[in-house]
């Protein structure tokens, strides 16, 4: 809306059509879109009223919740690079967002 905050069935239905190309994400959807938006809600509950300088954070949440999501129940099957994607779903499970990536061959 004009203020930042997901709305709700726009946003279901949007991800519902992205997802139907893929069984395996179709099966999850409604689990992560559930989780996805809670978070946003969340981030946007916490956010400072008082600070007009801030911008709404639950756009950023969402995105990120779905990244994490997505990444986490990836099924084996999808898996292209077994070793990155083990880093990175230990990464996400830290929720350790913020390092930057290792540089190429640092784990080789």
Known sequence: DTEGNP???????FLKESFSSE?????????????C??????ATANRDASDSTSCNPAGIKIAHCLHREIQLN???D??????????LQ????????FHPPP???AFD
């Not at 230990?90 to 967002?97: G, H, I, N, P, Q």
Request: a positive charge; hydrophobic letters at 30%; proline letters at 6%.
């Open 74 to 76: 990836c099924p084996a």
């Open 103 to 105: 540089p190429p061959g």
């Open 7 to 13: 709305k709700e069935e726009e946003f279901r239905s």
């Open 23 to 35: 069984s395996w994400l179709a099966a999850l959807q409604d689990k992560v879109i559930s989780t």
């Open 90 to 97: 230990e990464r996400l499970k830290r929720r350790d967002f």
């Open 78 to 87: 999808q898996i292209k690079d077994e070793k990155s994607c083990a880093r």
């Open 37 to 42: 938006l809670d978070e946003g809600k969340n």
